[in-house]
Structures are given as structure tokens and as C-alpha cells.
């Protein structure tokens, strides 16, 4: 498996977040809100707010993961430890999200400190 096969793959889980999260809206406000333009502001609680939120942190890891990867394709640096921590980060992703869903918080902290020291090493390596 290579770096740019583990982007894809946490493309996929970032999904299967907004699957999650958006079955959860859909219970909670019900299919009539969710079809509307929503001017009138509401939020869900439970497992399907920490979904909610767990998508929009997963969106921002995204946005900080791809880049690092692309620059390691594009500059051609790829490497056995660069390998190795986008494996973490996306091992680290895998745990995050059941553990923010299931509220299990000193799990779900620890699981982003890792995924965000492994995106740091992924910049670390490109340069």
C-alpha cells in the first residue's frame, strides 16, 4: 500500500463519516428539515452531535493529510517512513472516529495527538 492508497482510503472513511453523521441528523430532525434550505438553525445531540463533530474534525485532518502526501508524491520523496506514518495517521483515524462516537475521551485524544504528530512528520519528510 502506498501513501496516495492511504489517502484514498481515509477519502473513504471521511464518507462513511458523512453517512453516519448524516442518518443521524435525519433521526433526530427528520427528513423535511434536512431537505430544507435550514434558515432556521438547529443541532443534534448524543452519538449524532459527536459525529457531527467528529466529521469536521475528520475534514480538517483531510485537509492538513492530503497536502503532506501530495508533496511527497510530487517532490518523489516517498519513503519507508513516510510510509509508516501515514499508516499511523490512517490507523489513528480508524480509532478516532468510534472513539468520539462512543465517547471513550482519553482514547479519542490520544488517538488525534497521534494522527497529528504523524501528519507533522509527513511535512518533516517532505522538506
Known amino acids: 500500500m502506498t501513501e496516495i492508497q492511504i489517502l484514498a482510503l481515509y477519502g473513504l472513511l471521511v464518507i462513511l ?3 453516519l ?7 433526530q430532525l427528520g427528513m423535511g428539515y434536512l431537505l430544507s434550505s435550514r434558515d432556521e438553525q438547529r443541532s443534534v445531540s448524543g452519538i449524532a452531535g459527536r459525529l457531527d463533530r467528529a466529521l469536521s474534525n475528520s475534514v480538517t485532518a483531510m485537509v492538513l493529510f492530503a497536502p ?17 506514518a501515514a ?3 490512517l490507523i489513528a483515524r480508524l480509532v478516532y472516529l468510534p472513539a468520539y462516537a462512543l465517547r471513550i475521551t482519553g482514547i479519542r485524544s490520544l488517538a488525534w495527538t497521534v494522527g497529528i504528530v504523524a501528519t507533522i512528520a509527513l511535512y518533516l519528510l517532505a522538506l
Open 17 to 19: 463519516t458523512l453517512i
Open 21 to 27: 453523521q448524516a442518518t443521524g441528523a435525519m433521526t
Open 68 to 84: 503532506a502526501v501530495l508533496l511527497l508524491e510530487v517532490t518523489q520523496s516517498t519513503s519507508n517512513a513516510s510510509l509508516l
Open 87 to 89: 499508516q499511523v495517521f
